[in-house]
């Protein structure tokens, strides 16, 4: 299986999977289909916007009508669809019940037999607080039935699932075990418990943990995640494939999903979504429905789809920044989970596309974004040097007895003139009313910019800008209030 990468931001990436049954553009879910419970036909999903599905081995091997015919027909013409499907192991039953009447290598052939598109072979999904130990044991016993699988399954499409519970160096190791080996995509196992909990911060550590060992461009899947409100985080993070049940069991709890959030079918009077679900019921007639659990799994895959062509629209724009930093102030912890994401910074920006859209300022999380980076990187490649000045005022600046002229801006610190019509710092946007604790920031980074320079420096201000840092800039540089300026004229 060919994986080609269209177009970036950040870690993100417009992908194209070639699979036996045609091409997947990826972002995209491969919403579940419980083939003893069809409650969206393979048709119906389609509509919502899939391309791929997953359904589960294990259940069909359990059950011996549905063994029999996969067996006879294919999975494909089980599930009466032409997309292709991929198949999960029993994982996910091995979490929850803590057992499963089949091996790895069993189920590793049945999924052969059934012609799975992307076979799975029978990983242990280790709970997040699980000791190191138990952690290690489980993560090298995955290893070695992904191997296996590989054996078996040759020339077949292989996931090799990466398993370490919360820990980052089990889930480093693990990464980079499989990367050695010619896997089709890398899940990331376990997540579910932490996602249902909404512990997204660990989760970020173990898909980073997890991308530094593999290959940039592995495909990688974030197994049992679907959520909207974590798609944009979780495709940043190089994320290409999601699966989930949740537009189903969401939908059984009467839970209706958005980019935002879980919202009850009871508490809402309006939708806030023009699907054709919801542009044809208001929530009253949707509540008294015969249907209800069937249209509302639709709702919930449509607003899916159309989240994952929103970060899709962000990664052609170079917006998916701004994009999440709209989505983390949904939830406290999701904006938790985004501030230890900005730790990656100075990784992520060694991959990160050097030409995007506009840089909107979005709140002190906007300081540490891959992009600041960036420009710190560029200005130190100029070498400014011999008489500089770094002002915060745009006019009455006599240019001429400068070998560089910088403006103070934020969240980068200074912007030379240079580089006034480029990316990021000279298409950035901030709002003007700043408050005293984000100039205090930006003015510590002139402070450092000045600190690592040679040259000679003048610093001129205008009086909003007087704060205890000019003091410390005083030090290395010539500094000048625009007041003192004007007296001066008069
Ligand atoms: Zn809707």
């Known amino acids: 299986m060919e994986f080609e990468v269209l177009q970036k931001d950040l870690l993100g990436r417009i992908g194209r999977l070639k699979t036996k049954r045609g091409i997947v553009e990826t972002p995209t879910l491969l919403p579940v289909i419980n083939p003893n419970q069809i409650i969206l036909?393979?048709?119906?999903?389609?509509?919502?916007?899939?391309?791929?599905?997953?359904?589960?081995?294990?259940?069909?091997?359990?059950?011996?009508?549905?063994?029999?015919?996969?067996?006879?027909?294919?999975?494909?013409?089980?599930?009466?669809?032409?997309?292709?499907?991929?198949?999960?192991?029993?994982?996910?039953?091995?979490?929850?019940?803590?057992?499963?009447?089949?091996?790895?290598?069993?189920?590793?052939?049945?999924?052969?037999?059934?012609?799975?598109?992307?076979?799975?072979?029978?990983?242990?999904?280790?709970?997040?607080?699980?000791?190191?130990?138990?952690?290690?044991?489980?993560?090298?016993?995955?290893?070695?039935?992904?191997?296996?699988?590989?054996?078996?399954?040759?020339?077949?499409?292989?996931?090799?699932?990466?398993?370490?519970?919360?820990?980052?160096?089990?889930?480093?190791?693990?990464?980079?075990?499989?990367?050695?080996?010619?896997?089709?995509?890398?899940?990331?196992?376990?997540?579910?418990?932490?996602?249902?909990?909404?512990?997204?911060?660990?989760?970020?550590?173990?898909?980073?943990?997890?991308?530094?060992?593999?290959?940039?461009?592995?495909?990688?899947?974030?197994?049992?995640?679907?959520?909207?409100?974590?798609?944009?985080?979780?495709?940043?993070?190089?994320?290409?494939?999601?699966?989930?049940?949740?537009?189903a069991l969401y939908a059984r709890d009467n839970r209706y999903l958005t980019e935002y959030g879980t919202v009850y079918l009871e508490d809402l009077k309006y939708f806030p979504c023009s699907c054709p679900i919801c542009s044809s019921y208001t929530p009253d007639e949707l509540r008294k429905d015969e249907e209800k659990f069937k249209l509302l799994s639709m709702h919930n895959l449509y607003v899916t789809f159309e989240e994952l062509r929103r970060v899709k629209q962000a990664i052609v724009e170079g917006s998916l920044s701004e994009l999440i930093e709209q989505r983390v102030r949904a939830h406290p912890l999701l904006l938790n989970a985004y501030r230890e994401f900005l730790k990656y910074s100075e990784f992520i920006e060694k991959f990160d596309s050097a030409v995007k859209s506009s840089f909107f300022y979005s709140g002190l999380e906007s300081f540490r974004r891959p992009e600041v980076i960036f420009h710190e990187k560029k200005l130190k490649k100029m070498g400014i040097g011999g008489r500089v000045l770094i002002t915060t005022c745009k006019d009455n600046i006599k240019k001429e007895s400068y070998d560089y002229v910088m403006l103070v801006k934020i969240p980068f610190g200074v912007l030379p003139e240079e580089l006034d019509e480029s990316y990021p710092a000279g298409q950035s946007l901030a709002p003007e009313n700043l408050y005293e604790e984000e100039k205090r920031l930006v003015l510590r980074k002139v402070l450092k910019f000045i600190k690592n320079s040679e040259g000679e420096f003048t610093f001129l201000y205008d009086p909003s800008w007087e704060l205890e840092e000019i003091n410390e800039i005083k030090k290395y540089a010539k500094v000048i209030c625009s007041n003192e300026l004007s007296d001066k004229k008069n």
């Not at 080996?181 to 911060?201: H, N, W």
């Open 41 to 247: 036909t393979p048709e119906e999903i389609k509509k919502c916007g899939a391309e791929m599905l997953i359904t589960n081995a294990y259940i069909i091997y359990k059950s011996r009508d549905l063994r029999k015919k996969a067996r006879e027909k294919g999975v494909h013409e089980l599930l009466e669809t032409d997309m292709p499907v991929m198949t999960d192991s029993g994982s996910y039953q091995l979490s929850e019940y803590g057992d499963v009447e089949v091996s790895s290598e069993e189920i590793v052939r049945f999924q052969v037999e059934i012609k799975s598109d992307i076979i799975v072979p029978l990983d242990i999904p280790t709970p997040p607080d699980a000791e190191f130990q138990q952690a290690e044991m489980e993560m090298m016993i995955s290893v070695e039935r992904a191997l296996e699988a590989l054996k078996i399954a040759k020339g077949k499409d292989v996931a090799g699932v990466i398993q370490g519970s919360i820990y980052e160096e089990l889930r480093e190791r693990c990464a980079s075990l499989l990367s050695q080996y010619p896997f089709s995509i890398y899940p990331i196992g376990a997540a579910v418990p932490l996602l249902e909990e909404y512990r997204f911060s660990e989760i970020v550590r173990i898909i980073m943990a997890s991308k530094r060992a593999l290959r940039f461009d592995a495909p990688v899947h974030l197994f049992g995640a679907g959520h909207p409100m974590f798609l944009s985080l979780a495709v940043a993070m190089g994320c290409d494939l999601f699966d989930s049940a949740a537009y």
